[in-house]
């Protein structure tokens, strides 16, 4: 294959419009026998895709989007079937059977799942149609099948895509596609899995000219933008989506009557009788948390008060061993399984008609997120979507509420596509040097074709090249850095057998380095914990995972063999990345309502905490920005409520701190959540009107930036897993011992060195800052809180104490403190400080209380 893939032999014709409508007879029979009736928007995307066209379908989880899609090739299949059924028998079975349907799906936990979908139909209608599926947890059989041929339908990921698109012989065994279908599109459009996707999306357009593409995308904001990057070769292709939208209910569960209510830092076990009660009223739910470790332990407490069999409450988060997961997702089908506690493993199109309902433990943090998971329950068209929101603590409501507000006007975040990530375009251009090779101009058209590299110029492309001939200048004197080579004809190409089986193994964008598995000594695999937990266990420690009490007996080879403890406690594990911010769309309407309370029931439980807030301080609001200052154990703090987010919080304290600290100089500490931060400076500084100004002031920000945050330690952080899909990093070769999290630390870190003394330009160095920049510090976000919330009216208050938003700023300061105390004894005993100084609200009463009670 060179440059462009080379012309395949041509498909076989199309089916007759008369054989297309004999099929469609026949699946409209099989709608009637089920007692459905095609909905509009089904039939729109049937004579869309039989016509030639691509698309984008956008409807709400659980309206029959599937089926939408594969329609249409099921009634081609029928028209085909009629006319050839003789012939047929005769041929082998990779001639019988070409691959037709490309089905790519974002997560190998919903392979198995949509395989199931587009079985069940071909099989109803009599047609001999072979759906298999390829990804990393396919079985044997199934590999062979999406290799050698045979399988007319075929569900992958992009990983597995990628890997099917390196090998010389993929023009073949793609000859008769016709349509490539991406399911659950907005979990791609975000990140460089997307992008992966959108080059081998490029290749397939290349290979089968006229091929028809279809998204399928459940919740998304910027729905223009996301048909432009799945689809930039069909300008104004279609959008087709469901003319009415699926509602969801948001109701609930709040404390009763004068019950206390913690205002932060609570994992809402005291809801445990309240959810338990709810998950006895029906035969089966969902109860979903934002993070792993929650997850286990919501699975723990509700195991100790389950009054059933300890079979029919399960847990399913995505560290968990892919067979225990599919066990979890069968007793749901099957109605085996009455609860399970899951995070985002179970966000996406799985799909379980049977589920009554859905719970979200805490904020969900995004209106998508909300909607959804909303759809998991009653997972069929027609239904209308409810959730149950279980609140942690108190200012949650807010939030509850917000999203209720966002839902029923239809602001939903949007999804900004990452723009031009090197590291994937150096993993693709080997794969395709491995494919038979490529010559640099046409494959740089090709590339270019793509949303996400439409602006590659001429000089950065030909870094790209040198990069993957011999890693860029500072190392172009290491051989395991030279994977490309140039031959005689201009053509590069892969020539070391070592080379091209180390770049299979590590072609996809998920880095998983840093983990350890975790297995039974004498069973099976229980799923993989961070190095950095197991680390600090010694043998005989007891841990918690996977619904289990465990106690290590060795660590040995990044694996940690476990056996069953019996009673006891034991450390949760704990991952990276578990925090989720509140997006920009919730926070803004949780601002909203603090300035002007909407009267829901959610807002009637907070009214006391509200009105307490406006007595002793102020509330914020859209048009003015509140500014708390205050003296605790004589310490001076600031607390300032953008309600940017947790990300763009963390980055404004830093930012304050040092343009606080130029003005004069002092040491600080600072803490941020959803909704502000607090700087407490060592020496007691003043403060007014002019400080803060300047503290918002967006001029000379990325430069402060840099200063405030060390950017280049960051960008360190960050280049380990930009080495790893680019290839620098070699992966562990099968049968080798895997390498632990703090070689390969050692491993990037020294690269990062190297090429930052003796390739400073390099290539990757300017992404891993451009990473930081705008993917963890979220710097247009950033900027843009900065100029709104510099603009406003400004309210300096001095209450006398903690206020209802300053306290759980304080508790998140107290983490990071020396102390011979736990932090939730030194949260305890503040709060029963103001319990003393104040009369309690309950947030139960709807009556206006005078002042306020603290975290229990």
């Not at 047609?127 to 339908?153: F, I, M, N, Q, Y």
């Not at 108190?394 to 590291?423: I, K, M, N, Q, T």
Request: proline fraction near 6%; glycine fraction near 8%; charge should be positive.
């Amino acid at each position: 294959m060179s440059g462009a893939p080379p012309a395949t032999p041509p498909a076989p014709p199309r089916p007759t419009a008369a054989a297309l409508r004999r099929a469609r007879r026949q699946l409209d029979a099989w709608f009637a026998q089920r007692e459905w009736i095609p909905l509009r928007f089904q039939r729109e995307v049937w004579r869309r895709a039989l016509a030639g066209e691509s698309g984008l379908l956008h409807t709400p989880t659980g309206s029959g989007k599937t089926l939408a899609v594969a329609g249409a090739s099921l009634l081609e299949a029928l028209a085909r079937a009629e006319s050839a059924p003789a012939t047929k028998r005769r041929m082998r079975a990779a001639e019988a059977h070409p691959l037709r349907l490309l089905w790519i799906t974002p997560l190998r936990a919903l392979a198995s799942d949509t395989t199931r979908a587009l079985r069940e139909p071909a099989a109803a209608l009599g047609l001999d149609w072979r759906v298999g599926h390829r990804t990393g947890d396919a079985s044997a059989r199934d590999r062979r099948l999406a290799r050698e041929g045979g399988l007319d339908a075929l569900v992958t990921t992009p990983e597995s895509l990628a890997l099917l698109l390196s090998y010389p012989d993929a023009p073949e065994r793609l000859r008769a596609l016709d349509m490539v279908v991406v399911d659950e599109w907005h979990e791609l459009l975000g990140n460089k899995h997307g992008v992966l996707l959108q080059l081998n999306l490029a290749r397939l357009r290349a290979l089968r000219p006229g091929l028809r593409i279809w998204g399928l995308s459940a919740t998304l904001g910027n729905l223009g933008q996301a048909r432009e990057v799945l689809l930039p070769h069909v300008p104004g292709a279609a959008l087709v989506g469901s003319p009415r939208a699926r509602t969801v209910a948001v109701r609930t569960l709040r404390p009763e009557g004068r019950e206390r209510f913690p205002w932060a830092g609570h994992l809402g076990l005291g809801q445990l009788a309240r959810v338990l009660q709810r998950l006895l009223a029906v035969r089966s739910s969902l109860l979903f948390t934002n993070t792993r470790a929650q997850a286990e332990l919501w699975h723990q407490a509700l195991a100790a008060v389950w009054p059933e069999d300890p079979a029919t409450l399960a847990l399913h988060h995505g560290s968990l061993d892919p067979a225990l997961r599919g066990a979890a997702e069968q007793g749901l089908r099957e109605g085996t399984v009455r609860c399970v506690v899951a995070t985002s493993s179970l966000d996406l199109g799985v799909d379980f008609p049977a589920v009554d309902q859905v719970l979200q433990l805490g904020s969900p943090k995004g209106v998508a997120r909300l909607l959804q998971r909303a759809g998991r329950a009653r997972h069929r068209p027609g239904e209308s979507g409810a959730i149950t929101c279980v609140p942690t603590h108190a200012l949650e409501l807010l939030e509850f509420a917000a999203a209720r507000h966002a839902l029923r006007s239809g602001r939903v975040e949007a999804r900004p596509p990452p723009r031009c990530p090197l590291d994937v375009l150096a993993q693709h251009c080997v794969s395709c040097a491995l494919a038979g090779g490529f010559e640099p101009d046409v494959l740089l058209a090709e590339v270019r074709g793509t949303h996400a590299f439409a602006g590659l110029d001429d000089a950065t492309w030909r870094a790209v090249l040198d990069f993957i001939v011999q890693g860029g200048r500072a190392l172009s004197h290491y051989p395991d850095f030279r994977k490309v080579v140039r031959a005689e004809d201009g053509r590069y190409v892969v020539e070391d057998r070592r080379v091209a089986s180390r770049h299979r193994l590590s072609i996809g964008t998920i880095t998983s380095d840093g983990s350890v598995t975790v297995r039974m000594l004498r069973g099976g695999r229980l799923g993989a914990v961070e190095e950095q937990f197991v680390g600090r266990l010694r043998r005989g420690d007891r841990f918690r995972f996977a619904g289990r009490l465990l106690e290590l007996v060795r660590l040995e080879d990044m694996t940690a063999y476990v056996r069953l403890a019996r009673g006891g406690e034991g450390a949760v594990p704990t991952w990276r990345g578990g925090r989720m911010p509140l997006s920009s769309q919730l926070a803004d309407g949780v601002e909203r309502l603090l300035a002007v309370p909407d009267g829901s029931l959610e807002l009637l439980a907070l009214a006391p905490l509200l009105a307490l807030q406006e007595r002793i301080s102020a509330r914020p609001g859209p048009d003015r920005l509140l500014v708390e200052r205050l003296r605790l154990r004589g310490r001076q703090h600031l607390f300032v409520y953008p309600f940017g987010g947790r990300q763009v919080n963390e980055g404004l304290a830093a930012l304050f701190a040092l343009r606080w600290g130029r003005l004069q100089r002092n040491s600080f500490a600072f803490a941020a959540n959803d909704y502000g931060l607090v700087l407490s400076p060592v020496q007691a500084a003043p403060v007014d009107e002019a400080l803060l100004r300047a503290m918002f002031s967006p001029a000379g920000l990325e430069a402060d930036l840099r200063q405030a945050l060390n950017l280049g330690e960051l960008a360190r952080r960050r280049f380990r897993e930009i080495a790893r899909v680019s290839g620098l990093l070699v992966p562990t070769l099968p049968g080798r011992q895997l390498r632990s999290l703090r070689q390969l630390q050692a491993s990037s870190g020294l690269l990062f060195d190297v090429l930052s003394r003796h390739d400073p330009g390099h290539l990757l160095l300017a992404q891993a800052e451009r990473e930081v920049l705008e993917g963890e510090l979220e710097l247009a976000r950033l900027e843009q809180v900065l100029r709104d919330r510099g603009a406003r009216a400004l309210v300096l208050a001095r209450p006398p104490g903690l206020t209802p938003l300053s306290f759980p700023l304080w508790a998140e300061g107290q983490r990071g403190q020396l102390s011979t105390e736990d932090w939730r004894t030194r949260v305890r005993r503040a709060a029963e400080r103001g319990d003393r100084a104040k009369c309690p609200v309950r947030c139960g009463s709807r009556r206006r209380n005078r002042a306020h009670r603290g975290p229990p």
